[in-house]
Structure formats: structure tokens, C-alpha cells
């Protein structure tokens, strides 16, 4: 079946602007994850959604970031107010256990550049 | 400050031999450890965990120890094939139910044919 898909691949940003990152997570999955890995470094957990219910925020590194699933399946990350540091991959991972554990399926990541 | 260490940012093992991937963690509270395996331009995929009740755990060619005392842990991959070349990360969670994963910065792993 299908996977964990994310969308776009590859996003070019110029300081300042805002981006829209997608997740599609695979169909039934009630745990959805987000993470953010910096070039060179492990990923680094962002937030975590029990459906449509944001149960974790406190990896978002601050308020520029901002995520949601309303329909409890699909979720965007957002990140308003683009800065360089910005710059990484940003990975979305679902599970079909609450809270996933060794379960979590990660999708290949949208690699975010900010100019 | 890292909790969760892979010294090796890169490893080559000629093929049919032995690799040895390391990690080393300093939070006493994890009692979980999960490897994960990258290729380029993909996800990282779940390969093989190992709870802290344990000290080994194998699955076919892979086999991960854990030492808490020394906190560390190794990922044994025998034989290894070039389909293995890949980024393995390690990873740790702490508590039941725990969900957030801590990542190490990962090992580049070449298999030479």
C-alpha cells in the first residue's frame, strides 16, 4: 500500500516568506509526528498529533511554526516569517498506535532552503 | 547538549564482513533504542530496537547489543552487502508510552563490493 507521502519534495524560500509543507499520512494512522533534521544532525521531533488533536507542540522551535491536522489525516507545517536557519528537511512520520513508539513510518521529507 | 551520540559519522566494511555501528547515550532515563536505517532522498525506515530489559536482540543479519552500564549500544550487521550502504541512526525513548524519539546524527555506512 502506499506510504507516507510529503509535499514538496524541495521548497526554495526567500527569507521572510511563509511556506506551507505537506503530509499525507498512510490511511488510518492516528499518530502523526513531525520532525525537523538540520544537514548533518539526527532528526529533531517537532510535534505530534492524536488525530486531529495537537497533543505535543513543544519541539516547534518557536512561534513562526505552526502545524495542523483538522480532519485528523492529512496535516501542514507551517512556518511564517521564512529565516535562514530554517533551512532542513522536514520529516513527517505516522503510526497506527497512539503515540507510535517503534511503529512510526517516515515519509521522504520536504528539503526546505531558505535564501 | 547531545543525549544521544554517534561518534562515527562514517564506517566502510568490504562486503561479507562484519560492520559494527556504535552509540552512546547519557540520558539515564531512556529505556527504549531503536536503529534506523536512510537511503538518499527517502524517509528513515524502522530496522531493529531493543528495550532496556534486554541485552540483545537479533533479527536475521542484524543483531543490537545494549550495555547500560556503559550506556551503549552497537548495531552488528553480519554479513554485510552492499544493499546495506545506507545512514543508520540511532535512537532512544524514555518511559512507557513514550513517543519522542531522540536521534543520534547518524553512521554512513559503504559496504565496498
Known amino acids: 500500500g502506499a506510504g507516507v507521502s510529503q509535499s514538496p519534495r524541495y521548497k526554495v524560500a526567500k527569507r521572510g516568506q511563509d511556506v506551507a509543507l505537506r503530509c499525507d499520512p498512510i490511511?488510518?494512522?492516528?499518530?502523526l509526528f513531525w520532525y525537523q533534521q538540520a544537514l548533518g544532525q539526527g532528526p529533531e521531533f517537532l510535534t505530534y498529533?492524536?488525530?486531529?488533536?495537537?497533543?505535543?507542540k513543544s519541539g516547534l522551535p518557536s512561534d513562526r511554526f505552526f502545524a495542523e491536522r483538522p480532519e485528523g489525516s492529512v496535516s501542514t507545517l507551517k512556518i511564517q516569517r521564512t529565516q535562514q536557519e530554517d533551512s532542513a528537511v522536514y520529516l513527517c512520520a505516522s503510526s497506527p498506535e497512539p503515540k507510535g513508539g517503534d511503529t512510526q513510518y517516515f515519509g521522504p521529507g520536504t528539503r526546505l532552503t531558505v535564501l | 547538549d547531545q543525549q544521544v551520540k554517534q561518534n562515527s559519522p562514517s564506517l566502510s566494511v568490504q562486503e561479507g564482513r562484519i560492520s559494527i555501528l556504535n552509540c552512546d547515550y547519557t540520558?539515564?532515563?531512556?529505556?527504549?533504542f531503536l536503529w534506523y536505517k536512510k537511503y538518499p532522498a527517502e524517509g528513515p525506515t524502522f530496522l531493529i530496537s531493543?528495550?532496556?530489559?534486554?541485552d540483545k536482540n537479533e533479527d536475521g543479519r542484524f543483531t543490537v547489543f545494549l550495555n547500560k552500564s556503559a550506556k551503549h549500544l552497537s548495531l552488528h550487521i553480519v554479513p554485510s552487502q552492499p544493499g546495506d550502504s545506507a545512514v543508520y541512526f540511532c535512537?532512544?525513548?524514555?518511559?512507557?508510552?513514550?513517543?519522542?524519539?531522540?536521534f543520534g546524527k547518524g553512521t554512513k555506512l559503504s559496504v565496498i563490493p
Open positions: 540520558n539515564s532515563m531512556f529505556d527504549y
Open positions: 490511511s488510518g494512522h492516528v499518530s
Open positions: 535512537a532512544a525513548v524514555s518511559g512507557a508510552g513514550s513517543y519522542q524519539l531522540t
Open positions: 498529533f492524536q488525530n486531529e488533536a495537537q497533543l505535543d
Open positions: 531493543i528495550s532496556s530489559i534486554k
